[in-house]
């Protein structure tokens, strides 16, 4: 085949960020998707999986009322969009009394092609077991000089699909996708979709949309591999993002030529940036414009406020700080550096009065007792019903600011300081809250709205963590030190190790069973918990669901 009459085809990826349940405003983000490939000479637009409805739709899409809308809205489309290149877009479709997870392709002003996929997730955040019928294994369509195969999502993570598509007669592979990340997420969709390259000896397209849903981030950094498992195009990870890929047909077969070419960031960085895209996409697709959270001084509070300043901008950030008597001077001073730093609003309230007439309005039924943990859980409650006060009047959402570790051992107060609509860190342990605080105040990038420089104040970072409700106190007094902790619960939660595993480790026996034993027990708390940002395949949310009644406890 002489290079002069190569056939080829231009395909346009548009990585992008749908929201659920707006089925006219997804609609829009794809007509003008599928604008930019007709203006681009695309024979095709490719779109994710579910692009109408949004990802994850949880039990929506069974409602018959919703799924019929969004199917009428994907015929509408085709309609709409008959003079140009053909669009790929995900859905859902009722076949038989069946609700199938589908890869609509419309073309010449029709729905041409139905795809309907056939392995059904049923693990971590995903159940869709729950929700679709699994379809029978499906050939490739047609698109102009190309015959397409498109195995949705996690049928590409199976090697059967991908094969049978390839035996009939499918020239490349397009995978639509919902994939959220966690932590290495990138490196492991790479080396599967690798392996269904080597298998079927075909080109494949990994589109993945971008954008946070509940406590989900869809990270994008959809990749375009050649046979063999050549890169031969990389899109930015968490970034909304349209390109175009060109196919040429020679004499092995369809290649894609080189295009975009986009570096993936370090772990420290995409765990940022997810943070930052799941508060701002939480607070928009809930219709908050406007957050405030309590800004103690220390280092949680602190990155929170980075965060929200990142996400939504400053000027729309209120901090408050709420000292008692045992708040203490640095603290306020740090607090106000922090909203200095960063630019935000920053109120004061003391709760000292109310504290007094709450110890007022008990002193008869608490005569003769011990003050302890139950007057320091008034101090944090009563901060938690000023700043749900100010949230009710003036309609900004609060964030929360407890950590992993915390979250994990029960180490806050619930209608306290769990207080709150979201919580960014809900899914970082304390050791890489230090990390992520250095390394914001050492890097700014375009996608944030905060200030660059220093943030975070030094003082915050390096001094001992504390809650401050009592005289003297410091996070150690009734816990190990952080790096102890977090290893001994990424043992526990992350890697599901047993006591002895962990024991073997080199961690004192009793230490491990008191983490054991407060990490049960705190299961209510987090069951009542706001939602955060996935970071981790062992979020404490859908990925990790324990019984709240539990008597078992690892003797090993």
């Not at 007439?357 to 002193?363: D, P, R, S």
């Not at 375009?446 to 003297?472: C, F, H, Y």
Request: proline residues 6%; glycine residues 10%; negative net charge.
């Amino acid at each position: 085949m002489s290079p002069s009459s190569q056939t080829t085809f231009r395909l346009t990826l548009a990585q992008l960020n749908p929201t659920v349940g707006a089925i006219e405003a997804n609609i829009a983000l794809a007509f003008d998707a599928w604008e930019q490939g007709r203006a681009a000479g695309a024979q095709m637009v490719a779109l994710t999986e579910m692009f109408v409805t949004g990802y994850q739709t949880q039990d929506l899409v069974m409602k018959p009322a919703f799924a019929a809308q969004a199917e009428r809205a994907v015929g509408e489309l085709a309609r709409r969009i008959a003079g140009g290149p053909a669009l790929g877009i995900g859905g859902p479709h009722t076949r038989e009394g069946r609700l199938y997870n589908a890869y609509y392709i419309l073309e010449h002003g029709r729905i041409a092609a139905t795809v309907l996929k056939h392995e059904l997730p049923n693990d971590g955040v995903f159940d869709e077991k729950r929700i679709f019928a699994s379809a029978p294994l499906q050939g490739p369509y047609r698109v102009g000089p190309l015959r397409i195969g498109s195995p949705i999502c996690e049928d590409a993570w199976h090697s059967d699909v991908s094969e049978t598509l390839g035996e009939s007669g499918a020239q490349i592979l397009l995978v639509p996708n919902g994939s959220p990340y966690h932590r290495g997420k990138p490196s492991v969709r790479t080396n599967l979709m690798v392996a269904r390259v080597v298998e079927t000896g075909l080109p494949l397209v990994y589109l993945n949309m971008v954008g946070g849903q509940d406590d989900q981030v869809f990270d994008g950094a959809s990749f375009v591999l050649n046979p063999g498992g050549a890169l031969a195009v990389q899109m930015p990870q968490f970034l909304p993002c349209v390109t175009h890929v060109d196919f040429t047909e020679t004499a092995e077969g369809w290649r894609a030529k080189q295009g975009l070419m986009d570096n993936l960031p370090r772990i420290v960085e995409a765990d940022y940036h997810a943070m930052v895209i799941g508060t701002r996409d939480y607070l928009a697709k809930c219709g908050f414009k406007k957050v405030l959270l309590g800004l103690s001084g220390g280092i949680d509070s602190a990155l929170v406020a980075a965060i929200a300043a990142d996400a939504i901008g400053a000027e729309n950030v209120r901090c408050v700080m709420l000292p008692s008597r045992f708040t203490s001077q640095a603290s306020l001073e740090d607090a106000g550096e922090v909203a200095r730093n960063l630019g935000t609003r920053l109120d004061t309230v003391s709760i000292s009065e109310p504290q007094e007439a709450v110890g007022a309005a008990l002193a008869d039924l608490f005569a003769g007792t011990q003050p302890g943990i139950t007057e320091e859980n008034v101090q944090s409650r009563l901060r938690g019903v000023l700043l749900m006060a100010l949230s009710n009047k003036f309609g900004e959402m609060l964030l929360t600011t407890g950590n992993k570790s915390e979250m994990a051992v029960g180490y806050c107060t619930i209608y306290g300081d769990m207080n709150g609509g979201y919580n960014p860190l809900k899914d970082i342990y304390k050791t890489r809250v230090f990390e992520t605080c250095r390394w914001r105040n050492d890097n700014h990038r375009d996608w944030m709205q905060g200030p660059a420089g220093v943030v975070i104040p030094p003082r915050v970072i390096d001094k001992p963590p504390s809650a401050e409700l009592r005289e003297n106190q410091k996070d150690q007094d009734s816990l190990p030190p952080y790096e102890v902790l977090d290893d001994i619960l990424d043992g526990l939660i992350e890697r599901e190790l047993s006591v002895a595993e962990i024991v073997a480790k080199g961690h004192d026996r009793a230490t491990v069973k008191k983490v054991e034993h407060l990490l049960y027990i705190s299961e209510y708390k987090r069951f009542q918990s706001a939602p955060g940002t996935r970071l981790t395949k062992k979020a404490l949310w859908l990925d990790r669901r324990y019984p709240l009644a539990m008597r078992w406890r690892d003797e090993s």
